[in-house]
């Protein structure tokens, strides 16, 4: 069965940077990408980016590519996704996903990151 | 970026009513269309996945239809545990994009 198991909440202080985890499980890690989609409070969803596990090949949402930073440990079958320079709209759940090519059919619980001072 | 354009925003109807939301692209992005299911505090579900394939394990009472620009989904008899927000979502082109949501609200 696929799993997709997500680190825990954090609270940064702007400036700072976050670096989630997203632990997979149950299906050939390099076979998949990984999209990373992110919900702000009361709000709809955001694709940050994309990530091949196979040969690490990236595709980030232009507003990402510069303070974001998608990668992946073949050795663990997990992926990371970090922020930095955070800014207090940067609240929000950060999901995992595994993508079939840019589709995502499985998704991690979310991981919620508090940026406030 | 490819605009997707949910309506309606939100919705209310009563349990066994057939419900239809719909999404435009604003450019064509053939069947590359999927729908999500969300509940209070939970993660999006896949519901349908390329405009009208139904996700394994997804009761048949979810469908959806279309291509090119203009979409639908539709529940053909609401039950209980589907009053939730739905998401439309493009995957033909970088950035993905998602519509705006519909929130199910009972009546």
């Known amino acids: 069965q696929v799993h997709l198991v997500q680190s825990g909440a954090e609270v940064k202080k702007p400036g700072a940077s976050v670096k989630v985890s997203c632990k997979t499980s149950g299906y050939i890690f390099t076979s998949y990408g990984i999209n990373w989609v992110r919900q702000a409070p009361g709000q709809g969803l955001e694709w940050m980016g994309w990530i091949s596990p196979h040969n690490g090949d990236t595709h980030y949402a232009q507003k990402f590519q510069v303070r974001g930073t998608m990668t992946t440990d073949t050795s663990t079958s997990t992926a990371y996704m970090e922020l930095r320079t955070l800014r207090s709209d940067d609240t929000a759940v950060y999901y995992c996903?595994?993508?079939?090519?840019?589709?995502?059919?499985?998704w991690g619980q979310g991981t919620l990151v508090t940026v406030s001072s | 970026d490819i605009q997707m354009t949910q309506s309606p925003s939100s919705l209310s109807a009563s349990v066994g009513d057939r419900v239809t939301i719909t999404c435009q692209a604003s450019q064509d992005i053939s069947n590359y269309l999927n729908w999500y299911q969300q509940k209070p505090g939970k993660a999006p579900e896949l519901l349908i996945y390329d405009a009208s394939n139904l996700q394994t394990g997804v009761p048949s009472r979810f469908s959806g239809s279309g291509s090119g620009t203009h979409f639908t989904f539709t529940i053909s008899s609401l039950q209980p545990e589907d009053f939730a927000t739905y998401y439309c979502q493009q995957y033909d082109n970088v950035p993905i994009t998602f519509g705006q949501g519909t929130r199910l609200e009972i009546k």
């Open positions: 996903t595994r993508g079939a090519g840019l589709l995502s059919d499985y």
